[in-house]
């Protein structure tokens, strides 16, 4: 009879660790998941596993960061992935869809599968030779999926994407590292400015509509900052040491053709799939007063060198601000943590004008109930 109950109880006790066990993954299966696409702004280190220049695996990147090491992030600190994670209650980052870290209960969190030098065109950003194009990161966000499903059920993965939030980044190198590269690049030659944007925009939307059916519902999709005003184009295209004149006209056509498509493609969905995030209002505000929000300069990058601190590779032999504070922009084209921080602020709670149709703390709210 003892031994009997000693049988009964140790069949009971695994019986109870396997439902532990199981509980643990589908209670973080059933919790809200992060996937990041795009490119250096959202970068979290895929970069580091690839032949390629557009690196941030060195110092003094990650000067901010908690463990005061280079990551992959194009940043001083944490970018505005990270803050974002820290925002809807994650409590680590996605990592890098190429780390060899990412197995396991990893899957559960989301993924990042940005890549610095990408744009929406696969011939942006070919002098960085070997980055993860947009196509490549579907293939990988597809080929995530699989491994997921493997791992807690094809029933489980699929709700687990479609009530995930979506954050994409990408457009900016296609002006900045493809069109206005050299001077009669060869885009520039093959199409106008306008029309230029036109192509970008219906590229684009086939993009976000492939991300769309492969399960994504709810997209942030940020466009472009006041690209002319960043250290770099200030340095090398600044027009009467003001920012460049012709980057900025491109961010004026681009922006609000991106937020029409946005609206066409949801209309055509039926529902608010895509939330638009306008970045260039957001960097706007502490690009043309810094000192209302704590900085001493939105023109001069903290690590840098030339003028503005706006040329060349941000190294351990570049000049380096002490405070990163202080500055709006971390290197010659990305923004401080503080800077992405502000900007983070303005996606979760920001009116109408930053955020179309609602803000991320709404979304939130309106999806806590799924």
Known sequence: MLMASSSTFTHFLMVLLFLLAFGSIASLADGRAFFIFGDSLVDSGNNNYLTTTARADAPPYGIDYPTRRPTGRFSNGLNIPDLIGQKIGLSESPLPCLSPEFNGKKLLIGANFASAGVGILNDTGVQFVNILRMYRQLELFQEYKRRLSAQVGSRRAHKLVNQALVLITVGGNDFVN?????????????????????????????????????????????????????????AMRGT???????????????????????????????????????????????????????????????????????????????????????????????????????????????????????????????????
């Open 178 to 234: 493809n069109y206005y590269l050299v001077p009669y690049s060869a885009r520039s030659r093959q199409y106008k400015l306008p029309d230029y944007v036109k192509f970008l925009i219906s590229e684009y939307r086939r993009l976000l509509m492939r991300l769309y059916k492969l399960g994504a519902h709810r997209v942030l999709v940020t466009g472009t900052g006041p690209m002319g005003c960043v250290p770099a184009e200030l």
């Open 240 to 370: 009467n040491g003001g920012c460049s004149e012709e980057l900025q006209r491109a961010a004026s056509l681009y922006n609000p053709q991106l937020v029409e498509m946005l609206n066409g493609l949801n209309k055509k969905i039926g529902k608010d799939v895509f939330i638009s995030a306008n970045t260039q209002r957001m960097h706007n505000d502490f690009v043309s007063d810094p000192r209302a929000f704590g900085f001493v300069t939105s023109q001069i990058a903290c690590c840098g060198q030339g003028p503005y601190n706006g040329l060349g590779l941000c190294t351990q032999l570049s000049n380096l601000c002490p405070n990163r504070a202080l500055y709006a922009f971390w290197d010659p084209f990305h923004p401080s943590e503080k800077a992405n921080r502000l900007i983070v602020e303005q996606i979760m709670t920001g009116s109408n004008e930053y955020m179309h149709p609602m803000n991320l703390s709404t979304i939130m709210a309106m999806d806590s109930g799924i």
